[in-house]
C-alpha cells in the first residue's frame, strides 16, 4: 500500500478509470461481435452503429486510435467481401 498521499490518490483515480474503461471496452466488444454475427442484410444497417461504438471508445481513451482506424478498417474490409 502506498504511504504518500498523491500515490494514495492515484490508486483510487486509476481503480475509478479501470470500471468506466472496462464498460466502455465491453460495450465496444459486444457491438463488433454483434455485427460480426448479423445476417447479411443487416449488416448494411448495424455498420454506422458499429463505427459510432469504435469512435465513442477511442473518443474517451478507451483504445488508440490506430486500434480504433484498425477496427473499422477490418469490419469495411469484411463488408465488401461479403
Request: no cysteine; hydrophobic share 35%; proline share 2%.
Amino acid at each position: 500500500m502506498a504511504n504518500i498521499k498523491s500515490a494514495v490518490k492515484r490508486i483510487r483515480q486509476t481503480a475509478k478509470r479501470q470500471v468506466r474503461n472496462r464498460g466502455v471496452r465491453a460495450h465496444l466488444r459486444t457491438k463488433v461481435k454483434q455485427y460480426r454475427q448479423a445476417e447479411t442484410p443487416k449488416k448494411a444497417e448495424t455498420l454506422p452503429q458499429t463505427y459510432a461504438e469504435i469512435d465513442r471508445a477511442w473518443k474517451k481513451g478507451v483504445i488508440h486510435k490506430k486500434a480504433a482506424s484498425r477496427y473499422k478498417s477490418r469490419l469495411a474490409k469484411a463488408a465488401a467481401k461479403s
